[in-house]
């Protein structure tokens, strides 16, 4: 390898201030983590290594020493069950041993930092007891630890008391057994985030939730909805964000749609900010019911967002319980509150989108999206239309129109057909930029739904292009399709 000394090139004498911030695009192993890639035995171990990192500072030996000895290059940890599962036939893992010492290693080159864990399991394969009690010994450093997968046969109980830098807890094992990790976790001073399956709420105590400022609950039975949503009512007045995130093990030929559900919701009244629902896992067939009655549920006085996500999209979709919305933004005064929509994985109709908008005078930011159906799954919906940009430009009364809906608008992010009038797109952020009286800057992001969608009308395209490199008040992206064609979409 050549000595960066004897090379006269300006790579070579890059500040180690900007070598420093350009590795830090290649050192965060989540980045690289995508429910289409496999999980295999030599991309978690590549993963685990930094091999991308380490790549890129083979230039020279001064790259290789600063991406070796930057302890922050080397806080994220991300690992999968499958770099210490025992194959069929065979009494222990034959992958353990280098999965250990390459964390050992990963852990020295931290140094004293605080770490970023997560550990995930594609299988049933359960955390291992050695990879636990490596990490456990650091953890005093864990500022973020994440698990989603079998804790069986793992000992908390060493953690007792030393996790004084602890801010984030995501706690969603696909199994629980006594005791409970909880009877353990309980001081953790500077927990601020916490997000856990509803089995462990057994174990929470308030003293373990006072300082919390965001709360999440993963339910596997719908019968435990109603204890979800109960759990708003013990939370600390800090907390500002609520999520739900319902897990489903059933499939479509086992739900019956004719089955009426009650979930025995009681009532709540919450100040939290910011509330998301997400359908991690079984079909969404009832997500209507079940989205229906936790919003009838609910009064919000302080919301200020709302997202609703589905992990199956776009082969399942959540559906929009619309008179339950627009009663909870009655009842809450959201046309006063509430400023950030996320609906990109709703299925609703153009007027029930736009009657939406006609209750929400302060939103300033809304997520949105067509649809198309993937193998007789999902939807065919066009939900950006002619009408909704034509209701969503403002009018040349200015700042006095009354006319045009959601006049705050700051943010629209959309995923399109592109079967509008595309000219229809241009006047409106036309109208955005000349007569909104929002001063703050206006973000329009555009992506085809699919590559069969095509692109823009090339003159439009260039105009908002112009647009954008003119004014400082405007931001424009049109980012590659959402979904490849090869998905069937």
């Given at each position: 390898m050549p000595s960066c000394f004897a090379i006269d090139t300006h790579i070579h004498r890059l500040a180690t201030e900007t070598l420093i911030h350009i590795f830090l695009f290649h050192a965060d192993p989540f980045a690289y983590r995508s429910i289409f890639r496999a999980r295999y035995f030599r991309n978690e171990l590549e993963n685990l290594a930094n091999l991308r990192l380490l790549t890129l500072s083979k230039v020279c030996s001064?790259?290789?020493?600063?991406?070796?000895?930057?302890?922050?290059?080397?806080?994220?940890?991300?690992?999968?069950?499958?770099?210490?599962?025992?194959p069929a036939r065979t009494s222990e893992s034959p992958f353990l041993g280098r999965t250990v010492g390459l964390l050992a290693s990963v852990l020295r080159r931290s140094r004293e930092l605080p770490l970023i864990i997560r550990i995930t399991s594609g299988t049933t394969v359960p955390l291992h007891p050695r990879?636990?009690?490596?990490?456990?010994?650091?953890?005093?450093r864990w500022a973020s630890l994440t698990i989603f997968c079998?804790?069986?046969?793992?000992?908390?109980?060493?953690l007792e008391g030393r996790l004084p830098m602890l801010e984030n807890l995501q706690l969603e094992p696909t199994r629980v057994s006594p005791p409970n990790p909880f009877n353990y976790l309980k001081v953790a001073p500077a927990l601020r985030r916490l997000n856990v399956t509803l089995p462990l709420l057994d174990g929470i105590s308030k003293s373990?939730?006072?300082n919390l400022v965001e709360w999440g609950c993963e339910v596997?039975?719908?019968?435990?909805?109603?204890?979800?949503?109960?759990t708003l009512s013990q939370l600390p007045t800090t907390t500002s964000a609520f999520g739900l995130a319902l897990t489903l093990f059933h499939n479509k030929a086992s739900t019956d749609p004719s089955q009426t559900i009650d979930l025995h919701i009681t009532?709540?009244?919450?100040?939290?900010?910011?509330f998301s629902f997400e359908l991690v896992n079984g079909h969404p067939q009832h997500s209507l019911e079940i989205l229906a009655q936790i919003l009838a549920s609910l009064t919000l006085p302080a919301l200020r967002e709302i997202q609703c996500s589905c992990t199956q999209y776009p082969r399942g979709i959540l559906e929009w319980p619309h008179a339950q919305f627009i009663a909870l933004s009655e009842r809450s005064g959201f046309s006063h509150t509430l400023k950030i929509l996320n609906v990109a994985h709703v299925r609703m109709g153009e007027s029930a989108l736009l009657e939406v908008l006609s209750v929400l005078a302060s939103l300033e930011e809304l997520h949105i999206a067509d649809r198309r159906k993937v193998d007789s799954e999902g939807a065919n919906v066009v939900l950006i239309t002619d009408a909704l940009l034509r209701a969503i430009t403002c009018a040349a009364s200015g700042p006095d129109d009354t006319t045009s809906l959601i006049p705050q608008l700051r943010v629209l992010h959309c995923a399109s057909r592109l079967q509008f009038t595309h000219k229809l797109l241009l006047e409106f952020v036309s109208s955005r930029l000349e007569l909104a009286p929002n001063l703050s800057p206006f973000l329009l992001q555009v992506r085809p739904l699919t590559q069969a969608d095509g692109r823009l009308d090339a003159k439009v395209q260039e105009r908002l292009e112009a647009m954008w490199s003119r004014r400082r008040r405007f931001e424009y992206c049109f980012r590659s399709a959402?979904?490849?064609?090869?998905?069937?979409l």
């Open positions: 001064r790259w290789r020493t600063v991406s070796l000895e930057t302890p922050t290059l080397w806080t994220k940890i991300d690992l999968d069950s499958v770099l210490w599962r025992t990879v636990f009690h490596l990490l456990a010994s650091h953890s005093y079998d804790i069986h046969g793992i000992c908390f109980s060493g373990a939730i006072q596997t039975c719908l019968s435990d909805i109603a204890r979800a949503i109960s009532p709540q009244t919450s100040t939290i900010s910011s959402e979904y490849p064609a090869l998905l069937g």
